[in-house]
Each structure stands twice: as structure tokens, then as C-alpha cells.
């Protein structure tokens, strides 16, 4: 007898493992990173590769640490969300190659990361820039979507959006594009 | 962005389209080898991919099963749902506004854009408001209204509606619309799909970032959480929705699940029949207002919900099933029907064998009654849809009320009525199946009765010279023996013995 979920990954391992595969396989990037050092050091690489000069970044405080050691080793420039009022953040995000959050989550079975922004109240740097980093706590990857509407907190859900993977259309001739209207990029930093 | 650029879609010369004329699109679609050599690869591909999904998911009919039996527990219990889904909307600052019909749908929206002085809507990708004629009302009352699917722009600009129910620009090339860009958006033309992506993206993004409405649809609604959830691929719904003041989504009753949990047996079906993906690249959520936090996405949400005749569907205890419906489009690419004419053929919206079963539902059996023709009862829809939506039962169902309601096509009826004359004279019956092989002997030899419009796409055989119903006697006496030589114990022994 078939059973819904039957392939779910057992162990903490094959958790990040499948969710690495899949992130891939929705066009995504998956760096494991160990240190804030390390993750800073990877930023700093995107951020020569993509040319851009500055950094959005959302409000969470490891973003914000994260925020600060880059800016403290490298030439980019941090637009913090809270900084601006709204009608200059807009044009700021619009204007970034690049961009930092964190994710609540991770789902494995499809590689997605969970934005719930009710209670941080933006979502415009995860989708107004070319490049978005993320900031994935490895111990917050769920083995499947079942799993995780279980584990959500319904009152913080209410305002929330899942990504997997870059934007994307294959609306000329069935090909695949990606870089639709979000971003072209989407690299999760998994610490 | 200049009022130069954007006239287009003031001007644009919408297409007006009608099921009455089915039988001209069809002709029209038939004689087009560029429209079915386009139709053909795409649903192809989509075929191929969703399959890839289906072999890699082992409880895939578990699933199937699931959902249909959620969707029916909604549709069953259709108005306890509606109550409580708009009850838990409110609570979390979503305005409610119930529409019986299209007319009114349209009227509650352009109240909704006066009170707030909206100039310019950005539009993700709704079919329902298609249904409705939502942009035509808008660009009457002088707003402009703008798509920003890329498939749903292009047919925008082309003056046209979407071809598919997911794919809108099936139906066009890359050099068609690299000429459409040209001509509308008056840049160098080009067919590269990359550099094509990239100016619909750079104009759509001034669009995003200086409207004062967005327009959704919406593919769940909640009931339990009061939640509006909507899948996307560009990241478009969510920008129509994070970045201007106001926001209206307009929903079907029928898009309700129960909740929360719930909806990954749904998620796990409709981006693989859908697009063959495993996940749409994006799942939005909508509680309600975000504004009051930082200043992003809408001060106000506003959820329409379009009744449009779906109340009625769900008292009829057969056809209520087509409620079920997500819109995936995975019976489109199937269809043998859909493969060959495309979906500008059925003169709707909607298309396919669900648009050919939601067509005389919507419209009436009068300007209808040619959808549910529009199929070779094959089958294949009813295999693949998601939710297990029994098409061509449906569609032979409508068929009959057709029939009924006395608005089948004139030929047919006298065909019909010649028949039942025939079969019930026997006489007249020898005499009529009799002739047509006698009378072909006057013809050269070889040739076949002329049926002009019928041998343009295929040829027609010759009558029997003997008469039908010589033959037929002949032929079963001749099946019998066979069957009483094969059974007979004498022959069974000699084969034994050969």
C-alpha cells in the first residue's frame, strides 16, 4: 500500500542532502558555509562576480551581523530595509544586483524557502534584485510540505511566501528563461 | 514611462470572441499548419514533462484521490465553506465583496479603483477575470490596465486572449513576437527569447514600481485560515501584490480548499500537471494588509468572489464535479482536439475538454452548444486530470442537454429524424442501404460519392455494391461458422493431432 510522503529523508544529513538536490534541480545554488567568516568570504565572491556595489538586506539580526562583516571587508555598500522609507527602499531594492535574508525554513522534497513576513514586514529584497543570498540555519530544513504545514505557526503564516529557486518563464516557445521579473540568482548560504 | 508607450493597451483592439462561431475557428485553426506545428511541440513537451513527475512520485493516484475527495467535500458542502472562508478573511482585515456575476464583479472593482483614484493596475495572470472582461472595464474608465505574465502581455499587445489555460502565447513563435515587440513596443526586432525577456522586464518593472492597484487571482483560498494562496513562476503575483497601495483578488467560489493542511496534496499536483515542474518557483500567502509594518504591500485587500453561475453548477449532481477543476491545463495538452486546433478554436476563455464541458455551462446551451462536440471521447483527460474529473462523461452528459434543449445543429436533427424513420420501416430501411452501392455504379470506377468539405482532409470510402444489410447477413453467417468450427470437439481433436 502507497503511502503519501513514503519518500521522505530519515536523518539530519539526507535531509540537507535532499534539499541541496532538489535546490539544484530548481536552478538554485547551495554553498554550506561553517562561520559567519565563511559566509561573508562567499558574499563578497557573488558580489564580484554579479558587479554590483551595494547590498540589500532584511532586518533579522544575523543578517545584520552577517551585513556588517561584509561591509567591513569589502568596498559594498549595506541598505539596511529599516533604514529607508518605504518610497526610497522601493527604488533601492529595485536598483540592487544583490541582495541578504534569512529564511524560516527550508523544505527538502522541493528545495523551497520559507518567507514568512508578517511579523519582518518586507519581502521586497527577496525579490527585487538580481541575486538573492539566503541564509539557511540547516536545523530548520522540514522533510516535506506536509511536514511543514504542520510545523508552521498559524497566526505568523499569513503573509508568507515559499521560493524554489530562481524566477523563471518558458513562455516563448516552451524555453526557459530565468530572471523573469525576480531575480535571475537565488544562492542559499547553508550554516 | 510615457503615455506614448502605454497607449497601446487603450487602443488595443481586443479580440471578440464567441462560441457561436467554433466552427469557423476551427476551420480557420485547421488550415494553419504554424498554429498546429506550435500547438503540437508545446503540449508535447508538457506532456513528456509531467509524466517525468508522475513516474517519480510512487503515490501519485493517492494523491489524486485525495484531492478529489477534498474538492468534493467543498463543493458538497459549498456554502458552510464560503461562510467561514469569509469570515476568517475579515478577521484578518480582508475586505469581502460577494459578486453574483460578471457585471457586478466589474462594477465592485472599478468602485474600488475610484475610491482610491488608481490610474494604472498591474494584472497577474486571472483567468477569472478574463471570464468577466475585467480589462476591457478598466481601459473604459481610463485605466491602464497591464499584464505582466509574459505569455498574458504578449497576447496583450497582440490584441488577443490567451491561447491555453497555463501557456497564454502558445500559440506565437519567437519571431512572432519578436514583430509584435517591434510593433507595439517600437523596439529593434529580435527573436532571441532572452533579449525578448529582457525589454518585456524592463518595461513591466517601471510598471510594477509606479501602479496603484494590483489585480490577482487567486488558485486557493483557505477556508480554514482565511489565507489566499497563489502559485506563480516570474515572480509577478507577487510583485502586483507587494508594491502598489491596493490590492484585489478575484476568486471562484469553487477555488476553496479546507485549509492549511490541506494544501500540499494540492501543491504536489498542480505545478507537475501544470508545467511538469516539481514546485512552482513561488507560493504567496495573503493574510491581509502589510502596509501598517514598513510600508510594503497593500493598505488595503480586497477579495472578490465570483459567483457567475457557480452556484448553480453545484446543485446539478452530475456536473458539479467540473467545480473540481484547478485549472492546470494538463487535459488541454492531452487532448487530441486541443492538439490540432489550439485553444482560440473554442472562442472562450476557456478551452480544452474542461472549456469545452464549462463553456455551455457558463453561456447557456444556446451559445454553447458547440463545445461539447469538441472532442473525440478518447478519454485521455479523464486520466490525467488531477483531481479525476470524469471529462468525456461530462462532456457526453452536455451533449445530450443540447440535444434536449433543441439546439443541435439543423443537419444533425434531420439526419437524427431520417434515421429514426428508416428504423422503423424496414422496407424503407432495405431500400435505403441498398441504393447508395447501386447508384455508385453510375460513377467512374473507383470513385467515391462527392462530399465536399468532408474529402478536403480525408477520403471516403465506397458503398458496398451488395447492399449493408447483404453484406452484414453474409458476413456474421460467415463469423458463425468459424466460431462453431473453432468449438466444435471433432475439429479441437484434429488439431490435436496435426
Known amino acids: 500500500?502507497?503511502?503519501?510522503?513514503?519518500?521522505?529523508?530519515?536523518?539530519?544529513?539526507?535531509?540537507?542532502?535532499?534539499?541541496?538536490?532538489?535546490?539544484?534541480?530548481?536552478?538554485?545554488?547551495?554553498?554550506?558555509?561553517?562561520?559567519?567568516?565563511?559566509?561573508?568570504?562567499?558574499?563578497?565572491?557573488?558580489?564580484?562576480?554579479?558587479?554590483?556595489?551595494?547590498?540589500?538586506?532584511?532586518?533579522?539580526?544575523?543578517?545584520?551581523?552577517?551585513?556588517?562583516?561584509?561591509?567591513?571587508?569589502?568596498?559594498?555598500?549595506?541598505?539596511?530595509?529599516?533604514?529607508?522609507?518605504?518610497?526610497?527602499?522601493?527604488?533601492?531594492?529595485?536598483?540592487?544586483?544583490?541582495s541578504l535574508v534569512r529564511a524560516a525554513y527550508g523544505i527538502a522534497d522541493i528545495g523551497a524557502l520559507v518567507f514568512p513576513y508578517e511579523e519582518s514586514g518586507t519581502s521586497w529584497p527577496h525579490f527585487l534584485a538580481g541575486c538573492l543570498m539566503v541564509l539557511l540555519p540547516a536545523d530548520k530544513i522540514l522533510p516535506d510540505q506536509f511536514e511543514f504545514m504542520k510545523t508552521l505557526d498559524k497566526r505568523k503564516a499569513r503573509n508568507m511566501v515559499l521560493v524554489s529557486g530562481p524566477s523563471r518563464t518558458a513562455d516563448i516557445e516552451k524555453i526557459l528563461i530565468l530572471g523573469a521579473h525576480g531575480p535571475a540568482r537565488v544562492v542559499v548560504l547553508a550554516v | 514611462m510615457s503615455d506614448a508607450v502605454t497607449n497601446h493597451f487603450v487602443k488595443a483592439d481586443i479580440m471578440e470572441v464567441s462560441p457561436k462561431y467554433i466552427k469557423r475557428y476551427v476551420k480557420e485553426a485547421l488550415s494553419d499548419d504554424l498554429l498546429r506545428q506550435a500547438v503540437l511541440k508545446a503540449t508535447a513537451t508538457a506532456v513528456t514533462k509531467r509524466q517525468e513527475r508522475v513516474d517519480e512520485t510512487p503515490y501519485w493516484e493517492l494523491l489524486r484521490q485525495r484531492a478529489r475527495s477534498y474538492k468534493k467535500e467543498i463543493v458538497d458542502h459549498l456554502g458552510w465553506y464560503l461562510d467561514s472562508f469569509a469570515r476568517h478573511c475579515e478577521e484578518g482585515g480582508i475586505t469581502v465583496h460577494w459578486a453574483a456575476d460578471g457585471e457586478e464583479a466589474r462594477n465592485i472593482i472599478l468602485d474600488i479603483a475610484r475610491k482610491n483614484n488608481v490610474k494604472k493596475v498591474v494584472k497577474s495572470k486571472s483567468l477569472t477575470s478574463e471570464e468577466i472582461g475585467l480589462n476591457t472595464a478598466l481601459l473604459a474608465e481610463g485605466i491602464d490596465a497591464i499584464e505582466t505574465d509574459l505569455g498574458e502581455y504578449i497576447v496583450q499587445l497582440q490584441g488577443k486572449i490567451p491561447s491555453h489555460l497555463t501557456m497564454p502565447a502558445l500559440h506565437l513563435s519567437r519571431q512572432d513576437i519578436g514583430r509584435i515587440f517591434e510593433k507595439k513596443l517600437g523596439v529593434a526586432y529580435t527573436d532571441d527569447p532572452n533579449e525578448l525577456l529582457g525589454i518585456a522586464r524592463a518595461r513591466l518593472r517601471q510598471h510594477f514600481l509606479s501602479a496603484d492597484m494590483g489585480i490577482t487571482g487567486v488558485n486557493f483560498g483557505l477556508a480554514e485560515e482565511g489565507c489566499l494562496c497563489l502559485i506563480e513562476n516570474e515572480a509577478n503575483a507577487h510583485l502586483s501584490l507587494s508594491l502598489p497601495r491596493v490590492q484585489v483578488a478575484l476568486m471562484g467560489l469553487e477555488k476553496m480548499i479546507p485549509g492549511l493542511e490541506a494544501l500540499p496534496v494540492f501543491l504536489k499536483l498542480l505545478a507537475p500537471s501544470a508545467t511538469g515542474q516539481r514546485s512552482s518557483s513561488y507560493v504567496n500567502f495573503i493574510g491581509g494588509p502589510t502596509r501598517k509594518l514598513l510600508g510594503e504591500g497593500p493598505e488595503e485587500v480586497h477579495l472578490v468572489l465570483l459567483d457567475n453561475g457557480r452556484s448553480r453548477i453545484a446543485k446539478d449532481?452530475?456536473?458539479?464535479?467540473?467545480?473540481?477543476?484547478?485549472?492546470?491545463?494538463?487535459?488541454?495538452?492531452?487532448?487530441?482536439?486541443?492538439?490540432?486546433?489550439?485553444?482560440?478554436?473554442?472562442?472562450?476563455?476557456?478551452?480544452?475538454?474542461?472549456?469545452?464541458?464549462?463553456?455551455?455551462?457558463?453561456?447557456?446551451?444556446?451559445?454553447?452548444?458547440?463545445?461539447?462536440?469538441?472532442?473525440?471521447?478518447?478519454?485521455?483527460?479523464?486520466?490525467?486530470?488531477?483531481?479525476?474529473?470524469?471529462?468525456?462523461?461530462?462532456?457526453?452528459?452536455?451533449?445530450?442537454?443540447?440535444?434536449?434543449?433543441?439546439?443541435?445543429?439543423?443537419?444533425?436533427?434531420?439526419?437524427?429524424?431520417?434515421?429514426?424513420?428508416?428504423?422503423?420501416?424496414?422496407?424503407?430501411?432495405?431500400?435505403?442501404?441498398?441504393?447508395?452501392?447501386?447508384?455508385?455504379?453510375?460513377?467512374?470506377?473507383?470513385?467515391?460519392?462527392?462530399?465536399?468539405?468532408?474529402?478536403?482532409?480525408?477520403?471516403?470510402?465506397?458503398?458496398?455494391?451488395?447492399?449493408?444489410?447483404k453484406r452484414f447477413i453474409r458476413e456474421r453467417s460467415v463469423r458463425q461458422k468459424n466460431k462453431n468450427s473453432q468449438s466444435s470437439p471433432s475439429s479441437g481433436e484434429r488439431n490435436d493431432n496435426e
Open chain 1, 1 to 98: 500500500m502507497r503511502r503519501v510522503g513514503e519518500d521522505r529523508p530519515a536523518g539530519k544529513k539526507e535531509l540537507l542532502e535532499r534539499f541541496r538536490k532538489e535546490l539544484i534541480a530548481a536552478d538554485g545554488e547551495f554553498v554550506p558555509v561553517k562561520k559567519e567568516k565563511d559566509a561573508a568570504g562567499e558574499i563578497i565572491r557573488i558580489a564580484s562576480e554579479t558587479g554590483g556595489d551595494t547590498l540589500t538586506i532584511s532586518a533579522e539580526e544575523e543578517v545584520l551581523s552577517l551585513g556588517r562583516l561584509v561591509e567591513k571587508e569589502s568596498s559594498l555598500r549595506l541598505i539596511r530595509v529599516t533604514d529607508l522609507p518605504a518610497k526610497e527602499r522601493k527604488e533601492a531594492c529595485a536598483a540592487s544586483k544583490l
Open chain 2, 317 to 469: 449532481p452530475v456536473l458539479r464535479e467540473t467545480l473540481h477543476c484547478m485549472r492546470c491545463g494538463a487535459c488541454l495538452n492531452i487532448c487530441p482536439v486541443y492538439q490540432q486546433i489550439g485553444g482560440h478554436a473554442y472562442g472562450w476563455v476557456y478551452m480544452g475538454p474542461i472549456g469545452s464541458t464549462l463553456i455551455p455551462q457558463y453561456l447557456g446551451e444556446d451559445e454553447g452548444r458547440y463545445g461539447p462536440f469538441l472532442c473525440s471521447l478518447c478519454c485521455a483527460c479523464r486520466d490525467t486530470c488531477p483531481v479525476m474529473i470524469d471529462l468525456p462523461s461530462h462532456l457526453l452528459d452536455l451533449r445530450n442537454r443540447v440535444v434536449e434543449a433543441g439546439k443541435s445543429m439543423l443537419l444533425e436533427r434531420l439526419g437524427i429524424r431520417g434515421w429514426a424513420l428508416l428504423a422503423r420501416h424496414p422496407l424503407l430501411y432495405r431500400l435505403a442501404t441498398w441504393f447508395p452501392g447501386k447508384a455508385q455504379q453510375l460513377l467512374p470506377r473507383g470513385a467515391a460519392f462527392p462530399a465536399p468539405g468532408y474529402t478536403r482532409e480525408r477520403a471516403l470510402g465506397r458503398f458496398d455494391v451488395r447492399g449493408f444489410r
